[in-house]
């Protein structure tokens, strides 16, 4: 339905011919969150006219309990600086954790750019300022559309992916076993050797294909933690062992420290998640730590019954704008300094900011670029007094 109501003077025409390409796209549904109506009906008769599907709401609260009601919506355009109710930074989240793969453009003025770049960095796709352009806003609900595509492929090839990986990886493992059995009795070491590399390939592949599942299930909420009580060093001694190991003849330093001794100290906490979270992030260290270079991984528990655990690496530096992205599916940081500029960081460290946040604790990144430098640093919440 198109609304034959005038268009506020901040809004400026595109031409014909460009109104007649970006029509020819995929329609979009998208819901309008903004206290003034003129830019509500304005918005949607520019979207509709591209022939899009567009509704408005006044209030956060309204536009939210539009959208419990239309699940069919692909892009939220929402101003920042609502004035009745929950403004737009309060409403993100909520709106975020509605549907897995909506899309929210923020509205901002000049004066709150900022708002809209922190905005981002909760969960946003992108920021238009007011006063706008017509094509403009049309190009970055088209770009939010396709960003939404692309997830829910990714998703979907990634199902898949599991799915074919697991079969051929049950037979690789069986095959494993038998050809283990073999070089045990006859003793040849060069044969153990490569039953090893095999063996830590093979883990890989089963770390990945778990690391994609958790965090399938993690964002529909099916993964939660368990408390159980480990001993710390018994847990963390044997699953960094072949991280230890790979660094050790690959010609890395690795080493291992436990504050005020607390490697004997009791944690109560999901051991499965803290284990695979450290995993994750010493064997990300390792890879981006030349040859000749340092890794140490260090415990400490604090008073607050939180356990930090900082993995520091040299031969890497990641600037402090792109730490967060690192922990995004399908995001690659090229770091500054060392010698794997193009590696990605994977799904691990995704995995590992979710069954972080699950166990109660933060992820966050350090660096030092002049060694270079970096460190990651995690707490999760010791139960062990309750709470």
Known sequence: MTRMLPLPAEITACTSIERALMSATTP????????????????????????????????????????????????????????????????LPVIKDMYKYIQVIMFTSKDTLECGIEAMKKGAFDYITKPFEEEGLVKKVLAAVENRKMLQLNDLYLGILVHD?????????????????????????????????????????????????????????????????????RVVNPCLQGVLDEAETSGRTFAIAYADGCGACTINA???????????????????????????????VGKNDFLHVSVTNTGSFIEEEKRELVFHKF?????????????????????????????????????????????????????????
Not at 273 to 296: C, D, H, Q, W
């Open 165 to 233: 990986l697991k079969n051929p990886l049950q037979c690789i493992t069986g095959a494993l076993e038998f050809i283990k059995e073999g070089a045990e009795s006859s003793g040849d070491s060069m044969q153990k050797k490569f039953i090893g590399v095999l063996e830590g390939g093979v883990n890989q592949i089963s770390m990945m294909i778990n690391n994609i599942l958790s965090v399938t299930k993690f964002e529909s909420g099916t993964l939660s933690p368990v408390a159980d009580p480990f001993v710390l060093e």
């Open 331 to 387: 995001v690659g940081v090229r770091p500054d300094a060392g010698p794997h500029k193009s590696q990605n960081f994977g799904l691990g460290l995704t995995y590992s900011k979710m069954a972080v946040e699950a166990m109660d604790g933060r992820i966050w990144i350090e660096g030092n670029p002049e060694v270079p430098q970096t460190t990651f640093h995690f707490t999760i919440k010791n139960h062990t007094k309750g709470g």
């Open 28 to 91: 979009a549904r998208v819901l309008i969150i903004d206290d003034e109506m003129s830019i509500c009906l304005a918005v949607c008769d520019i979207l509709d006219m591209n022939g899009h599907h567009c509704e408005h709401c006044l209030t956060a609260e309204e536009g939210i309990e539009y959208l419990r009601a239309h699940t069919d919506i692909d892009v939220v355009l929402l101003d920042i600086n609502l004035g009745h109710g929950m403004d737009g930074i309060e409403a």
């Open 270 to 300: 999901d051991k499965d998640f803290f284990s695979r979270v450290l995993v994750n992030i010493a064997g990300n260290a390792l890879r981006f730590t030349p040859k000749s270079g340092e890794i140490s991984v260090a415990f400490e």
